[in-house]
């Protein structure tokens, strides 16, 4: 897939959803599984569609199409599990690769600083990292490789995947009742991708400040 029909199926993903449905039926609950963890779960893949694809399975979960307690269970389960796999691929590699005494990046002092931040700040950035695209498929991986406390991770990872899942999904099945939500959803779409992409863009401005 190029990039010009990867921004088409995200800006039509209503449609795309729709027409995977229409093509696999019930499995479409497994597709929208797989794609939920492979956007959390592994650090290749964090363009693939989170906070729209879960608005728009509740979207369509409003014509009865998809059923909103399955789709709840099944989106939340990913999320958790797709987490969990990353912060123990991060684990396992981190000391490995952060072995170094010369590297700038991989060394032992940045995989300390990561460890420190992660047992001091870590809950909230698993929390707040999931309202953030591409950060929260890295945010896992980084709370591995620090080595953070896989059970206080575990707790905020579970926290984050619910509100995360509860905010898109039920938003979607709230507010696409609402006729120029439905009859917009595109826009709609459009806006929730440049909205989810803001703070990260502040950030990097703000680092790039911080170098001047």
């Known amino acids: 897939m190029d990039i010009i029909s990867l921004l088409n199926f995200f800006i039509h993903i209503d449609k795309s959803l729709i027409s995977l449905i229409d093509i696999y ?3 479409v609950y497994l597709i929208l599984f797989i794609i939920i963890f492979c956007e959390t779960g592994l650090v290749v ?8 694809l879960i608005f728009v399975a509740g979207t369509i979960a409003t014509k009865g199409v998809l059923n909103l307690g399955i789709l709840f269970i099944i989106l939340f389960v990913a999320a958790v599990l ?4 990353n912060y123990w691929i991060g684990n396992k590699i981190g000391p490995r690769i952060f072995r170094s005494h010369t590297s700038k990046f991989f060394n032992e002092n940045n995989l300390t600083r990561a460890h420190n931040f992660y047992e001091k700040y870590g809950g909230k950035t698993i929390i707040y990292a ?3 695209p591409i950060i929260r498929t890295f945010a896992p991986f980084v709370a591995g490789i620090g080595e953070m406390s896989y059970f ?7 926290i984050g995947g619910l509100l995360w899942v509860l905010i ?3 938003g979607g099945y709230f507010f696409g009742q609402i006729s120029f939500v439905e009859n917009n959803l595109t826009l709609v779409i459009i806006g929730i991708i440049i909205i989810s992409l803001i703070p990260p863009i502040i950030e ?3 680092e790039r400040r911080k170098g001047f």
Do not use: A
Not at 45 to 52: N, Q, V, Y
Not at 82 to 85: K, N, V
Not at 152 to 158: D, G, M, S
């Open 168 to 170: 898109f999904l039920f």
């Open 25 to 27: 039926g019930f499995w």
């Open 82 to 85: 797709g987490d969990s796999i």
């Open 45 to 52: 893949t964090p363009f693939l569609p989170g906070d729209s």
């Open 204 to 206: 990097y401005v703000r």
């Open 130 to 132: 999931r309202f953030i």
């Open 152 to 158: 206080k991770f575990f707790v905020y990872n579970i």
